[in-house]
């Protein structure tokens, strides 16, 4: 479960595999700051996530300045249902592909489940900042879908021409 956590806020199974370690070696330290009032799996998880969060923000060499971008309901349901069709591996690469600010926010808000203002205190950025980088992250991770989906046609269309 941690390492799946550590997979989806990294570049690639390393970087992961670090964030992993250092999440183990935290719990071990920390174990007495276990409360036992709810599963360890859960404190676990969040301790990963913080680990997680702290590389991206030792790591951050460019602060993103994105311009506000408006999704209509049509494009969200397009990519939800592209995102359906996706094999779990292929999501996983995809949102790894991501840049680290837009990898970050896409899972802190559409796998966490954090809203924008608390993204925006974990990294200390606007809540409007985060709202640009998830819609950003979509627009990246909507736009490689459908182009490889346009080129599974094309190599079906064609192999059917001969």
Sequence with gaps: MMKGVCLRYATNEAEAEDLLQESFIRAFKNIEQFENTGPIGAWLRKLAINVALENYRKNKVVQLHLKAFCWSQQEEN?????????????????????????RTIFNLYAIEGYNHQEIGKLLCISEGTSKSQYSRARAILRRGIEQEQEEETNKKINYARG
């Design 78 to 102: 397009q990519l939800d249902n592209a995102l359906q069709n996706l094999h779990l591996e292929d999501l996983l690469k995809r949102i790894q592909n991501l840049p680290s600010g837009f």
